[in-house]
């Protein structure tokens, strides 16, 4: 039997193979000839996916990503066309052969077809979350029209390529090899976009030369591993307030996993974050450097939020030196400053950041692929709730080497904003935020606050009763995430690893609810957004219950972790160890700075035990005695004798010349004796 795909390589000028060579042969170029329409069909299908998706995503930055966009479905297309091609040369095997014409119209049919129906199932999402609800004679129609408008395409193509393939032959075998480049190309792209976010940096490449590979792998290490060295569990926490945990005299109840570890452990009760946002914050937990000093987070382009600088690659961080100490190291973590380009993944073996693959599946809702893939197989879609990334820890934990000690850093994204939707949705997106474009729901308030930008702006105001609905909301994300976290201190526990573990849980800054007329984080240097979580446990190594009322910062985790785990003290650090202080010693007094904000002028504060100075970019100055006035709601910016010594260790503390071990504490005796600290 010649059919039609023969017939049009026999007018091509291409000889169609003789009897004597068999059948196999014409089976070959029919199956060539299915392969090739389909990749052509699929890179015209994956075009149409891309510009969708591009125009559907348009407010998220398409400088940053309009390439991916478009790319990335023309590569999925480029694997789905041949495929549903085959299938359908298969079946029309059955009803007397597919040629170019007709297995082009079928792939157009089926494209059309895969192409409104997500788009049909968002807008009756959308429907049904007005209000409205369509009956079967509304279903039915649309149904109809749906089928009627992918079996016209099918029919408009098959005669378009017809046409062609009689008139312009030679042109039709042009169009499938450029078919072929263009899929090439887009796979070789999609693959080296993906890989370069998910893979951890070249974390150990050095002046030496050293293979980054084999040190992070922990195949060979410099020097061998303390004795008796436990492993290190790090969860970090985004946006948790310390005054939401029981141990922190938060509600009793809401956070029991983490009262409970507080129990077991050391308390850190007046714990400051270096930076009021998750880039520098966590930058300056893993390197005991100051955002001045550390580099990350600095403004690089200031139209977009996302402008900021990397970690420097020459920076030693936690990581990179318990790997070639010979730690297994590993990373699960969300937030999208916490992607590999930001350079906190340097010293990890492995580097799993959920938020891109999550956000990722949220930007192709409406592509076919996706959607394909939600409905086949859901398994696949990665969320960045802390259910997944427990999950992942838990099967991680039970895989890890045993022979060696390991490090652990989690890090759980759920109670950033928008609050709400705690233990239902997997995805926790940052869509809302102002570098993912504003909201488009006009409802201030139902099962999830509003979007970040929406209440940073004012755009929507609340009154009293909806402010404490959206507190109720982020509590419900903070029980969630307790939940999720005490999963990963029940997997421990099962595997006999409680005793040889130090955990470390802290948050990277608190959040604002109207304190001081804002909400949120990133904006303000007050202490509901600076003070945060900070506890310790190791069983038999540290004291159960133990209370370290001394201020202390996340750049003294760094310093505290290498005394506590016998390695040598890091060579530059702004911090200092804590665990004279967990011992029981006076530790003297000091002043901790935090800055480097991200939606708002930039800012220093200079904090004591008892007082508080910011300093503005423009030479504002906010002053506020912590001891008269713990909510800083009196500013004694305006009393010079008691900002002037302020000012003088802010300057003495801020010292760019080198790095301290301790900055330099305000005198409090000072003011003492001018009577504004008691």
């Not at 070639?324 to 350079?343: D, H, K, S």
């Not at 926790?428 to 570098?435: H, I, L, M, N, Y």
């Not at 959040?511 to 310790?536: N, T």
């Not at 160890?577 to 002043?591: E, N």
Request: hydrophobic letters at 45%; a neutral charge; one cysteine or more.
């Amino acid at each position: 039997m010649r059919n039609t795909v023969l017939r049009g390589a026999a007018r091509s000028g291409g000889a169609v193979a003789p009897a004597a060579r068999g059948q196999r042969s014409g089976l070959g170029r029919e199956v060539v000839v299915t392969l090739a329409t389909g990749v052509g069909c699929g890179v015209l299908l994956g075009g149409r996916e891309g510009l969708a998706t591009l125009a559907s995503n348009a407010f998220a930055n398409p400088e940053h990503h309009a390439l991916a966009f478009v790319v990335v479905p023309i590569a999925v297309w480029s694997i789905l066309g041949p495929v549903l091609a085959m299938l359908v040369a298969i079946l029309a095997r059955f009803w007397g052969g597919c040629g170019v014409a007709a297995c082009a119209g079928a792939l157009a049919g089926i494209g059309t077809l895969l192409g409104l129906i997500p788009w049909l199932d968002d807008a009756l999402e959308q429907m049904h979350a007005s209000g409205a609800k369509p009956d079967a004679g509304f279903l039915a129609v649309v149904g109809t029209v749906t089928l009627c408008a992918s079996l016209a395409v099918a029919l408009v193509v098959r005669a378009a390529v017809e046409a062609w393939e009689r008139s312009s032959p030679r042109l039709l075998r042009c169009a499938a090899v450029s078919a072929a480049i263009v899929a090439v190309l887009s796979l070789g792209w999609t693959g080296r976009f993906v890989l370069a976010r998910l893979s951890p940096p070249d974390a150990f490449a050095s002046r030496e030369g050293v293979a980054p590979a084999r040190v992070e792998s922990g195949a060979e290490h410099a020097r061998d591993v303390p004795v008796n060295a436990p492993n290190v569990v790090l969860i970090s926490i985004d946006t948790l307030r310390a005054d939401v945990l029981g141990a922190y005299g938060g509600r009793v109840g809401t956070t029991p996993a983490l009262d409970r570890l507080a129990a077991e452990g050391v308390v850190f009760e007046s714990a400051l974050t270096p930076a009021p946002w998750t880039l520098p914050a966590l930058a300056s937990a893993m390197t005991g450097l100051l955002p001045r000093n550390h580099g990350a987070g600095a403004i690089t382009n200031r139209l977009d939020p996302l402008g900021r600088a990397a970690l420097d690659t020459s920076v030693t961080t936690l990581a990179r030196t318990l790997a070639a100490n010979g730690w297994q190291t590993q990373a699960i973590v969300t937030n999208p400053y916490l992607l590999p380009q930001f350079g906190l993944g340097a010293g990890f073996a492995a580097y799993e950041n959920l938020t891109f693959l999550s956000e990722a599946a949220i930007a192709g809702r409406t592509n076919a692929g996706q959607w394909l893939l939600r409905r086949l197989a859901p398994g696949l879609v990665v969320g960045d709730r802390g259910s997944e990334v427990s999950e992942r820890a838990v099967r991680w934990l039970a895989d890890a080497d045993r022979g060696r000690p390991f490090f652990l850093w989690l890090h759980y994204i759920d109670p950033h904003g928008p609050y709400g939707g705690a233990g239902t949705t997997r995805h926790k997106s940052f869509r809302g935020d102002s570098f993912f474009g504003a909201a488009t729901s006009a409802a201030p308030l139902d099962v999830r606050s509003p979007e970040p930008v929406r209440l940073r702006s004012g755009e929507v105001r609340l009154g009293p009763e909806e402010r404490e609905a959206v507190r109720a909301l982020y509590r419900s994300e903070v029980a969630e995430v307790d939940r999720q976290v005490g999963r990963v201190f029940d997997a421990l526990d099962a595997r006999g690893l409680r005793a040889s573990t130090l955990v470390v849980i802290l948050s990277d800054h608190g959040e604002e609810f109207w304190e001081h007329g804002g909400v949120e984080h990133g904006h303000s240097l007050y202490d509901e957004v600076l003070r945060v979580v900070l506890l310790l446990r190791w069983p038999g190594e540290l004291p159960a219950g133990a209370r370290v009322g001394s201020l202390v910062s996340l750049v003294d985790l760094v310093p505290t972790l290498h005394e506590l785990l016998g390695l040598e003290p890091p060579l530059a650090t702004d911090g200092i160890s804590l665990v004279p202080a967990i011992r029981g010693d006076a530790m003297p007094p000091r002043t901790v700075l935090s800055e480097n904000l991200l939606f708002a002028e930039e800012r220093v504060a200079a904090r004591t035990a008892e007082t508080k100075l910011v300093r503005w970019a423009n030479g504002k100055e906010e002053a506020y005695d912590l001891v008269r006035d713990p909510a800083e709601l009196r500013d004694l910016a305006g009393v010079e004798a008691f900002v002037s010594p302020l000012r003088a260790a802010l300057d003495e503390a801020g010292d760019p010349s080198h790095l301290r071990a301790n900055a330099a504490p305000i005198p409090v005796e000072a003011l003492r004796a001018l009577g504004y600290v008691r």
